[in-house]
């Protein structure tokens, strides 16, 4: 793995955006792997100012609430619709749809979505305990597209955006993790202390399902860009 430690969460976005800028320039059609979650937000923004033409990328998210319609102000269509799509002009975007009642059918489109539209380049935040997507310790390092359920860590972390603990989603359609490691390429990025032991389980541990992220050890391509917060407790630098 790749990986660059840097000043802060600016200096992440703007090499985070360089590379992903680099790809979207570098062929006819191309497939990005997007991400949700306050560590893409400073990307996001450098693409809403400077607008590069995307009219030749289609999009695939990560994941989505179940049970939370894109008009809801804390479904992740909200937040790309808001952050991204409806400011640039993407050839096709895509995301699991939360509202499908039919989980089994939901995950399974998704999957022919993803094999129509594989990545070329992945990005990824992660959660504190290490998640990727919502791919939680324990859960199997085969799964494709799939019904997550949140660990409390996650659920307690994410209700910072909702009125309460209760309003957090207990359950979203995910990309599994054999799904991200489809990508051609993944760039992961993360800053804070908070993440700082999920980063040295990633970078240093052994690849386990009780930290999902590990597994990117085993993928030929991976960039991560992180602070020095989220390094802090790496052994080598
Ligand atoms: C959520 C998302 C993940 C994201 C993680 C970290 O649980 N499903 O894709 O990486 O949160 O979020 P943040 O970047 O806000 O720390």
Redesign the pocket.
Same mark, same amino acid.
């Given at each position: 793995m790749n990986v660059n430690i840097v000043k802060d969460k600016a200096a992440i976005a703007k090499m985070a955006y360089d590379i992903m800028l680099d790809m979207i320039n570098s062929k006819d059609e191309v497939t990005l792997g997007l991400? $949700? /979650? !306050? !560590?893409?937000?400073g990307i996001y923004e450098l693409f809403r100012k400077n607008k590069p033409n995307v009219s030749h990328v289609t999009t695939v998210n %990560?994941?989505e609430y179940i049970g939370l319609d894109a008009e809801h102000d804390q479904s992740?269509a909200y937040f790309m619709n808001k952050h991204l799509f409806h400011h640039l002009n993407f050839k096709q975007t895509f995301l699991p749809n939360g509202m499908n009642s039919d989980f089994a059918g939901e995950c399974a489109h998704y999957d022919e979505i993803l094999e129509e539209n594989t990545p070329d380049l992945q990005l %990824? /935040? =992660? /959660? #504190?305990n290490g998640? =990727?997507?919502?791919n939680e310790p324990g859960m199997s390092f085969e799964l494709t597209t799939n019904v997550a359920e %949140?660990a409390p860590a $996650?659920v307690e *972390? #994410?209700s910072r955006y909702f009125a309460s603990h209760d309003d957090v989603p207990k359950t *979203?359609f !995910?990309m599994g993790i054999k799904s991200i490691m489809q990508a051609k390429e993944i760039l992961l990025?993360?800053s804070?202390v /908070?993440?700082a032991e999920a980063i040295k389980g990633m970078l240093e541990g052994p690849v386990t399902n009780q930290m999902p992220a590990s597994i990117l050890q085993q993928h030929p391509k991976v960039t991560v860009i992180i602070d020095e917060d989220a390094a802090s407790l790496l052994s080598k630098k």
């Open positions: 991400a $949700t /979650g !306050s !560590s893409p937000e %990560l994941d992740y %990824l /935040g =992660i /959660g #504190n998640h =990727i997507a919502f %949140l $996650t *972390a #994410n *979203a !995910s990025i993360a804070g /908070g993440k």
